[in-house]
């Protein structure tokens, strides 16, 4: 695989004691996904380039989201996502973040070279998003692609994510996965086959979690993965591998009115 030219920014953090991540837990992670890219690197980038464009397709034509200005991606990982959003004409900046920067260093540089990415547009952080180290009122959209269940306070990342979007500004979660109906057992697509055991949300809890932090959710539904062969497969096997998908806004700034000789006039504003 090539390099691409997005810009790097390293840099250090202390994690809030909810956010400090297992370091052999991130490098297993980073492991796994470069040890499968370099397995099979034409399949691989196969699988990118068909997922991305159609989770950005849906999320423009479907839901009428109209990505522009700056953007904020946690849990990166390859940042397959902000290469398809840097594409978008009026996208001036994407911000991808993840906390492993063997991911960020190794893998997502290629991953940007080969999707074809504007790599100008693109920087690459290393940040915990319990934390994240930015100010407030930064980014016009935040996204992110099957990483919300991996946060160990979904509340707080999204606590953070509201901190960080402009009033009014929107957060796009896409391929959340879901419990099956396969008792006993967490199962999501290929990570079904391992046999592994995790802790996934169902969609009253993920509604929970956005009521909490004051997100207000615009949608909220169930998405086959791979198109209508996966959703046949869906239906015949008790829909085990279909995943979540939400879209949330940062309520915009209203303003107060004050009466002023028995007149109500328009206040300061508050922050949404």
């Given at each position: 695989?090539?390099?691409?030219?997005?810009?790097?920014?390293?840099?250090?953090?202390?994690?809030?004691?909810?956010?400090?991540?297992?370091?052999?837990?991130?490098?297993?992670?980073?492991?796994?996904?470069?040890?499968?890219?370099?397995?099979?690197?034409?399949?691989?980038?196969?699988?990118?380039?068909?997922?991305?464009?159609?989770?950005?397709?849906?999320?423009?034509?479907?839901?009428?989201?109209?990505f522009?200005?700056?953007?904020?991606?946690?849990?990166?990982?390859?940042?397959?996502?902000?290469?398809?959003?840097?594409?978008?004409?009026?996208?001036?900046?994407?911000?991808?973040?993840?906390?492993?920067?063997?991911?960020?260093?190794?893998?997502?540089?290629?991953?940007?070279?080969?999707?074809?990415?504007?790599?100008?547009?693109?920087?690459?952080?290393?940040?915990?998003?319990?934390?994240?180290p930015?100010?407030?009122?930064?980014?016009?959209?935040?996204?992110?692609?099957?990483?919300?269940?991996?946060?160990?306070?979904?509340?707080?990342?999204?606590?953070?994510?509201?901190?960080?979007?402009?009033?009014?500004?929107?957060?796009?979660?896409?391929?959340?996965?879901?419990?099956?109906?396969?008792?006993?057992?967490?199962?999501?697509?290929?990570?079904?086959?391992?046999?592994?055991?995790?802790?996934?949300?169902?969609?009253?809890?993920?509604?929970?979690?956005?009521?909490?932090?004051?997100l207000?959710?615009?949608?909220?539904?169930?998405?086959?993965?791979?198109?209508?062969?996966?959703?046949?497969?869906?239906?015949?096997?008790?829909?085990?591998?279909?995943?979540?998908?939400?879209?949330?806004?940062?309520?915009?700034?209203?303003?107060?009115?004050?009466?002023?000789?028995?007149?109500?006039?328009?206040?300061?504003?508050?922050?949404?």
């Open positions: 695989m090539r390099s691409g030219g997005s810009k790097y920014v390293d840099r250090t953090w202390a994690t809030s004691p909810t956010g400090q991540l297992r370091e052999q837990v991130l490098e297993a992670r980073a492991a796994r996904l470069l040890a499968e890219a370099t397995a099979n690197e034409a399949a691989w980038l196969g699988r990118l380039r068909e997922d991305f464009p159609r989770i950005l397709a849906h999320l423009r034509e479907y839901w009428g989201l109209e522009r200005g700056r953007i904020l991606e946690i849990g990166a990982g390859a940042c397959a996502f902000s290469a398809e959003l840097s594409k978008l004409p009026q996208v001036v900046e994407v911000v991808a973040t993840d906390a492993s920067r063997r991911l960020l260093q190794e893998l997502a540089p290629r991953v940007l070279a080969h999707l074809g990415a504007r790599s100008e547009k693109i920087v690459r952080m290393p940040a915990d998003f319990h934390r994240l930015f100010p407030q009122g930064h980014f016009d959209f935040v996204v992110c692609s099957a990483a919300l269940h991996e946060t160990v306070d979904v509340v707080g990342v999204l606590q953070e994510v509201r901190r960080v979007l402009k009033p009014g500004g929107r957060l796009a979660v896409v391929r959340e996965p879901r419990p099956s109906r396969v008792a006993g057992r967490w199962r999501w697509g290929r990570e079904a086959d391992t046999g592994k055991a995790q802790r996934l949300y169902s969609l009253a809890e993920y509604e929970a979690f956005f009521a909490a932090t004051g207000k959710l615009e949608a909220r539904r169930l998405w086959p993965e791979g198109g209508l062969r996966a959703y046949v497969s869906e239906v015949w096997e008790g829909v085990g591998r279909s995943s979540h998908v939400f879209v949330a806004v940062r309520p915009p700034v209203r303003a107060r009115k004050i009466a002023s000789s028995g007149v109500g006039k328009p206040g300061p504003s508050t922050a949404g």
